[in-house]
């Protein structure tokens, strides 16, 4: 059960100044879904890599339903804000090493993350979705539905907190879930963090997603950083070094996407 908790990935109705994904030139290739990659795409040395990656390893294992939704979105105005193909491929193989039922996933928007997970755990799993913008998540409801998994998908139209805050009020929920996923606004990834903590059981794991920030991260000064990315630049930091002094999990934090950073609840 995933708990799709972002509160809008329009990080309080601003727009990031992502590159345009059309054009990829990559047409002809059997796999029709567009290519993710074009310009800056990643955190590897080149875009040729990334698109290597891409076109070799994760196009040609991806679900079909899963091309469909992202060739669907690829022409929406935030079409960057939905899950890196690299990274729900990452993301489905933790929940199968996991044998994940329970999940928790915080953010939604039009759904590859959620719809991925759907089609990765059991028949009987079940998925708290959680997000302010229904709009975008009917975006992606039909390949939802089309997929039959929609019973395994709660939907929560609401602000993440609240929301984590009323499951902690039933004791039976707390260590109850498998895995999280956070893609949400960053002022508030350590108090996800904190909650999720209770909620994921010991040896589960929570995902956050965007933890380089297009590599932002490792410039000293908020003046270097581009005007789009700086209203979150100073909180993912921050969150990064709280999160490398957690001793309450393992992590690793890995360059797919905009960057994940996996966590292990340990204790």
């Known amino acids: 059960m995933i708990f799709l908790l972002y509160c809008c990935k329009m990080y309080s109705g601003i727009c990031l100044d992502f590159p345009d994904l059309s054009g990829t030139g990559f047409s002809e290739m059997e796999h029709t879904a567009k290519v993710v990659s074009h310009g800056p795409s990643g955190l590897l ?3 040729e890599l990334y698109d290597y990656v891409l076109t070799t390893s994760v196009y040609p294992r991806e679900a079909e339903i899963l091309k469909e939704l992202r060739d669907a979105i690829a022409n929406h105005p935030q079409s960057y804000m939905a899950t890196a193909p690299d990274g729900g ?4 193989l933790l929940l199968k090493l ?3 039922k329970k999940t928790i996933e915080v953010g939604v928007f039009t759904g590859y993350s959620l719809l991925l997970t759907a089609l990765t755990i059991p028949h009987d ?5 959680i997000d302010v913008d229904r709009e975008a998540y009917e975006i992606g409801l039909p390949f939802i539905k089309k997929a039959n998994v929609e019973h395994k998908v709660n939907f929560v139209e609401s602000q993440g907190l609240p929301v984590l805050d ?6 039976e929920n707390e260590s109850s879930f498998d895995f999280a996923f956070v893609d ?8 996800y963090h904190e909650r999720l903590l209770r909620l994921v059981r010991v040896g589960g794991v929570i ?31 921050e969150f990064n070094k709280m999160i490398a002094g957690d001793p309450r999990v393992d ?3 890995v360059a797919l996407g905009d960057g994940m950073t996996i966590c292990r609840r340990i204790c």
Do not use: C
């Not at 949400?184 to 108090?191: I, S």
């Open 98 to 100: 996991l044998n994940a």
């Open 89 to 92: 491929q990452f993301m489905a």
């Open 251 to 253: 992590i690793s934090q």
């Open 207 to 237: 995902m956050y997603d965007n933890t380089l920030w297009g590599g932002t991260v490792t410039l000293a000064d908020l003046s270097a950083v581009h005007p789009m990315r700086q209203f979150a630049w100073k909180d993912t930091i």
């Open 45 to 47: 040395q080149s875009d």
């Open 184 to 191: 949400a606004d960053r002022a508030n990834l350590k108090n």
């Open 166 to 171: 009323k499951l902690l009020e039933n004791q």
């Open 125 to 129: 799993g079940k998925i708290i979705a």
